[in-house]
């Protein structure tokens, strides 16, 4: 049997089942970025939804699911686009400076959503594995550009702080300061 066969993706299951799922991991994302991740819960996720809350929880059991689907939901968009600048030939910490920019302009709904459940990561060992993936995402860049050990983790730790720099100061960022200290990471 095919998937076109298949009863559940003939009548449209799957891609209602696939879009509710979506649209309460987007939901989740919206509170913790107004509430932070103190203020996700099945009741609060489901009434920025406009769903009921057991819908919430028919589609994630616990609070951690939720969370890390959410958290997943953002990394994959982040190694997406790091996987980009790594499969580019242009210059790849001017890729990564731009995308770090865009945590001060549109991109600052979601790194802020992001950087609040890493955070919440330390507390909470189920997000944990999702949490590493900017870092490991990072270093793998920063590997196609060096083999030092200390280099790659000078240039994850200055993007992380960059990341959060940007955050709390919220206001534009400038791609090629951003670069700039890249590039020391990566030489020092």
């Known amino acids: ?41 099945h009741r609060t996720v489901a009434k920025q939804a406009g769903i009921t809350t057991s819908l919430s929880t028919y589609y994630f059991a616990t609070l951690d699911d939720l969370l890390i689907a959410a958290l997943t939901s953002v990394a994959d968009a982040y190694t997406a686009r790091i996987r980009e600048i790594i499969d580019t030939s242009g210059d790849k910490l001017a890729g990564l400076a731009e995308l770090i920019a865009q945590t001060a302009g549109a991109g600052r709904e979601r790194a802020l959503a992001e950087r609040e459940l890493a955070t919440l990561a330390a507390r909470r060992p189920a997000l944990r594995p999702v949490a590493r993936r900017w870092r490991e995402n990072i270093a793998e860049l920063s590997a196609t550009l060096t083999d030092d050990p200390v280099a790659i983790a000078g240039v994850v730790a200055a993007s992380d702080g960059l990341c959060t720099a940007i955050l709390l100061d919220n206001g534009p960022a400038d791609p090629e300061h951003l670069r700039a200290v890249l590039q020391r990471a990566l030489h020092n």
């Open 1 to 41: 049997m095919t998937d076109r066969d298949d009863p559940e993706h003939t009548d449209g299951r799957f891609a209602r089942g696939a879009r509710r799922r979506a649209e309460i991991i987007e939901a989740t994302l919206a509170v913790v970025t107004r509430d932070g991740a103190a203020g996700v819960t």
